[in-house]
Nanobody, 125 residues
Framework: VQLQASGGGLVQAGGSLRLSCVAS????????MGWFREAPGKEREFVAA????????KYANSVKGRFTVSTDSAENTSYLQMNNLRPEDTAVYYC???????????????????WGQGTQVTVSS
């Protein structure tokens, strides 16, 4: 499985961005697609997750109500729509695929089997 993330950029506070993650290879529609972020000097943290088939979503408290995760299962693509961005959202965002445990450990980066290359999101104040 290969993951290709895109869509990052520079945006002012209050603005929006949409990240995309295209999965290729042997894909199972029950895979969990997760989004994580890593800010300078901080540990990688969970942002959102969704099953590739489109059912059930999970969010970190810090992004609830502002970010929306979705999928296009026909295109094996996960999206992260980020609205009302804040400077503290600045980070490298990674998409990842979890293939073994379903939603049991969606928040744990160590559970994910495949990772995309990361895309930089910078929010200016």
């Amino acid at each position: 499985v290969q993951l290709q993330a895109s869509g990052g950029g520079l945006v002012q506070a209050g603005g929006s961005l949409r990240l995309s993650c295209v999965a290729s290879g042997r894909i199972n529609r029950n895979y969990v697609m997760g989004w994580f972020r890593e800010a300078p000097g901080k540990e990688r943290e969970f942002v959102a997750a969704i099953i590739l088939s489109g059912h059930t979503t999970k969010y970190a408290n810090s992004v609830k109500g502002r970010f929306t995760v979705s999928t296009d299962s026909a295109e094996n693509t996960s999206y992260l729509q980020m609205n009302n961005l804040r400077p503290e959202d600045t980070a490298v965002y990674y998409c990842a695929a979890e293939t073994r445990s379903g939603f049991s450990y969606y928040y744990a980066s160590g559970q994910y089997d495949y990772w995309g290359q990361g895309t930089q999101v910078t929010v200016s104040s």
